[in-house]
């Protein structure tokens, strides 16, 4: 079992910036690929970054591509999501998703642990 929680999450004016974080615990951090997915209102669960074990690896839906950076200290068994120009549309709980592989993953249905999500709130 890996246990994920999520922080970082909170109200920003469109064009800023903040940082989310996700404490994992419960296994070896670095067996795992990482993964941030979104879910706004009425809408389904949507893929926004994913990073190998080492990472080493990292992709990005293109809704958030030169916006995002998703990094992790393996040290600290933490992944981060660096969302920088943000708009509107991001507006969404965001979740962690952990999975025991070397791969990066972009598929919800391929992670086995899921954090309880952050609300980011981004206001025009």
């Known amino acids: 079992q890996v246990q994920l929680v999520e922080s970082g999450g909170g109200l920003v004016q469109a064009g800023g910036s903040l940082r989310l974080s996700c404490a994992a615990s419960g296994r070896t951090f670095s067996d795992y690929a990482m993964g941030w997915f979104r879910q706004a209102p009425g809408k389904e669960r949507e893929f926004v970054a994913a990073?190998?074990?080492?990472?080493?690896?990292?992709i990005y839906a293109d809704s958030v591509k030169g916006r995002f950076t998703i990094s992790r200290d393996n040290a600290k068994n933490t992944v981060y999501l660096q969302m920088n120009s943000l708009k509107p549309e991001d507006t969404a709980v965001y979740y962690c998703?952990?999975?025991?592989?070397?791969?990066?993953?972009?598929?919800?249905?391929?992670?086995?642990?899921w954090g309880q999500g952050t609300q980011v709130t981004v206001s025009s």
């Open positions: 998703a952990a999975d025991r592989t070397y791969g990066v993953l972009r598929a919800s249905y391929e992670y086995d642990y």
């Open positions: 990073i190998s074990w080492s990472g080493g690896s990292t």
